[in-house]
């Protein structure tokens, strides 16, 4: 019994709380809120000391939840560290981590970083192609990745003699097995050894990470093309999450996070798993890909206080769910005309939804691309909980942002403390190019200095390559990107994000792109055929013929709304889906060409 009462003593005094924290002294002036120090050995030690009973993942299945506490995460994060360090990977070594979200994920991410050793995140979704591309780029020693993945880069690893982990166990495959392996299922039942089992983690290297040692390079698959390496230390992720932690919502210990986006991308990692787990939160996987018939049970089953998505799923419900209630029920389109009862029509809507997103939301985030302004409104109006953050990979990702309750539809929110933020070639209207600087600010492109001239202005600001303007009250307004931004015959700006949310509006509309084509401008324009087909009471033959017809009015409809310098000069149907990033932003660089080539095919089927 005093055993037991000198550990809980020794426990409460090496609990590193908040307060502690914030006495802490740095150089730099920062007031540290959840870590003593920036390094990933210091957010694992933190976190396990505050609340190492409590449950951080649980994966959600409809008959084998598992789940896993602090304490469990931190034992086997020193256990696959220990295995890793034993094989021979030292500070500055980088491995892959190739698959869909999960706790393995993390515990492997962490291990790594544990011997400051550097995580070469990939998105599940890349191509055999670009993966191997990231793989030559980063001079990697081995790979962590899942089944899907394994088949796509076998060749490669066996090529190369690389270590191979598997992520859905933390297996490691000796090469010997390995190398007989050709199908996903061979590599799902091959033998190996397992990391989580590792003896010896008390006699871990005490290796020295540092703030500013290089925790990851993350590729991205990004709007604009190549895929290129991001520098992000210790430092840059874990001070954009300390500082997020009190700054948009009070997050409670023990709040519930539903997980759907992949943790390779920087957006989900820093707030929707670092920021999280800082905060005592228990975070739910699917444990399957986010489809409608999985995420509805799930919502219901975990009723999650805080939810992270990209636009794309907000807009989907709000056109699939809302619209249909707000402009085909004639009373309440009549109603909604009224200021006292349209006030009223909204709240009871948006409680709805809430109740459909399990009744406990209290922050659900939205980022990674821009929410279309009708989208927003609607939110805004029915009282939703939602957030929106603006950031980028190479900023760890925030910059600026703004909470459920301090919205402004229209513009995204105050700048987080650290970023000094500039506009440079600001014209006539204060709009220029958004350039900042800070401790969230990647070290730079790894292995690129061409890339790394254009990306940094000579006193060292980043060019994210988007368009602002701030508002009086220092709030965030984007405009566009620089790259997406045509020049019109007279000189003029034209922005054709503002011309496609206008395009979004319009009734069957399910998204759209504009584009410069020989000097005008081109809207590619995809349509809901089967909301058609039922509200116009035809067949889906009949709707993919009407939809012609339809996209040729649209062009007449739309000109009357636009100005002069943003009128569409052809409308044409994009019967494929947009090819998209992870956060779902189609990929604008490929759509001149692709419709070039389409253009030119069908005129020679003519």
């Given amino acids: 019994m005093n055993d037991l009462k000198k550990q809980k003593k020794l426990e409460k005094k090496n609990r590193l709380t908040f307060k502690k924290c914030a006495k802490i002294k740095r150089e730099d002036n920062y007031t540290m809120r959840c870590v003593d120090r920036y390094t990933f050995p210091s ?74 050793a550097i995580a070469v995140p990939i998105l599940p979704g890349f191509s055999a192609t670009e993966a191997k591309n990231a793989f030559i780029h980063s001079d990697i020693k081995g790979v962590c990745c899942q089944k899907a993945q394994f088949v796509l880069v076998k060749d490669y690893i066996v090529e190369n003699n690389l270590m191979l982990f598997r992520l859905e166990d933390l297996f490691a495959i000796p090469q010997d097995e390995f190398n007989k392996l050709s199908t996903a299922k061979e590599f799902e039942e091959a033998p190996g050894i397992d990391c989580t089992n590792c003896k010896g983690k008390a006699n871990l290297p005490k290796t020295e990470v540092e ?74 996987f699917l444990g399957k890909p986010p489809a409608v018939s999985i995420l509805l049970p799930a919502l219901k089953s975990v009723r999650p206080e805080i939810m992270l998505s990209v636009p794309l799923l907000m807009e989907k419900v709000y056109k699939s769910a809302v619209v249909p209630v707000l402009r085909d029920n004639k009373r309440i389109a009549k109603l909604i005309k009224n200021p006292i009862f349209a006030s009223f029509i909204y709240k009871t809507i948006g409680r709805k939804l809430k109740i459909t997103f399990g009744g406990r939301l209290k922050f659900f985030g939205i980022g990674g691309a821009a929410l279309e302004p009708e989208v927003e409104t609607f939110l805004y109006r ?8 603006y950031g980028l990979t190479e900023t760890s990702p925030l910059i600026a942002g703004c909470g459920p309750k301090n919205h402004k539809p229209g513009a995204l929110g105050g700048l987080v403390e650290d970023v000094d933020l500039r506009l440079l070639d600001k014209n006539e209207e204060g709009v220029g190019e958004i350039a900042v600087k800070g401790p969230s600010v990647m070290n730079g492109y790894y292995k690129n200095d061409e890339l790394n001239k254009e990306a940094f202005t000579q006193d060292g600001y980043f060019r994210t390559g988007d368009l602002g303007s701030l508002t009086k009250k220092n709030k965030l307004v984007i405009r566009g990107r620089c790259k997406t931004m045509i020049l019109g015959p007279a000189g003029e700006n034209i922005y054709p994000e503002s011309i496609e949310y206008l395009i979004n509006t319009q009734e069957f509309v399910q998204e759209s792109l504009v584009v410069p084509e020989n000097g005008t401008l081109l809207a590619l ?53 947009f090819d998209r990033t992870a956060t779902q932003k189609i990929k604008r660089f490929l759509y001149p060409k692709k419709n070039a080539q389409k253009h030119s095919e069908d005129e020679k089927k003519d």
């Fill in 211 to 284: 703030e500013d040692d290089i925790a990851s390079i993350i590729y991205t698959s990004g709007t604009t093309g190549t895929s290129k390496g991001v520098v992000l230390t210790h430092k840059n992720i874990l001070r954009n999450a300390d500082w997020c932690t009190n700054h948009f919502v009070k997050i409670k210990p023990g709040y519930k996070v539903l997980s759907i986006l992949p943790m390779s991308h920087v957006y989900e990692f820093t707030i929707g798993q670092i920021l999280t787990l800082m905060c005592g939160c228990e975070i739910h």
């Fill in 43 to 116: 957010f694992l030690n933190a976190i396990v000391s505050r609340y190492s009973k409590r449950i951080c993942y649980t994966v959600f299945k409809e008959e084998d939840t598992t789940t896993l506490t602090y304490k469990q995460l931190s034992l086997k994060v020193k256990a696959v560290a220990c295995y890793l360090n034993s094989k021979g990977i030292v500070k500055g070594d980088k491995i892959v981590i190739y698959g869909e979200s999960s706790p393995n994920w993390m515990i492997f991410y962490l291990a790594l970083t544990t011997l400051g």
């Fill in 382 to 389: 029915a009282k939703f909980p939602y957030a929106l953050g």
């Fill in 525 to 577: 324009v995809k349509l809901d055929i089967e909301m058609m087909a039922k509200n116009m009471a035809i067949s889906i033959e009949d709707a993919n013929e009407e939809a012609k017809k339809y996209v040729t009015q649209l062009k007449a409809r739309l000109n009357k709304e636009l100005s002069t310098q943003n009128r569409i000069d052809s409308v044409r149907l994009q019967e494929e889906p």
